[in-house]
């Protein structure tokens, strides 16, 4: 059985760091996507960032480019979201991905747990 178990996020200040992982077992993601969606209440689930199976491409929403880094290790079947000045607007429950694409708009197989990230002014 397929699992993703999610760490990292809490509170922090505007223009602080924060870093999500997510670690999974059941199975081997090393021919998936991986990636990370975030949802905040009253609003849509949106798209954050995604990297291949190889890890030679990323994508990002646009919000979060420049601030953001994704990263795997197959050998650990991780994924890694490094957050770097943080902004309000961030706040949300982010969730990793995993599945043959990873992009806005895409059905996802497996979601992590969701972690809350919260940013404050």
């Known amino acids: 059985q397929v699992h993703l178990v999610q760490s990292g996020g809490g509170s922090v200040r505007a223009g602080e760091s924060l870093r999500l992982s997510c670690a999974g077992s059941g199975a081997s993601f090393s021919r998936y996507s991986m990636g990370w969606f975030r949802h905040t209440p009253g609003k849509e689930r949106e798209f954050v960032a995604a990297?291949?199976?190889?890890?030679?491409?990323?994508t990002y929403a646009d919000s979060v480019k420049g601030r953001f880094t994704i990263s795997r290790d197959n050998a650990k079947n991780t994924v890694h979201l490094q957050m770097d000045n943080l902004q309000v607007e961030d706040t949300a429950v982010y969730y990793c991905?995993?599945?043959?694409?990873?992009?806005?708009?895409?059905?996802?197989?497996?979601w992590g747990q969701g972690t809350q990230v919260t940013v404050s002014s």
């Open positions: 990297t291949s199976w190889t890890g030679r491409t990323q």
């Open positions: 991905a995993v599945d043959t694409v990873v992009q806005a708009g895409a059905t996802i197989d497996y």
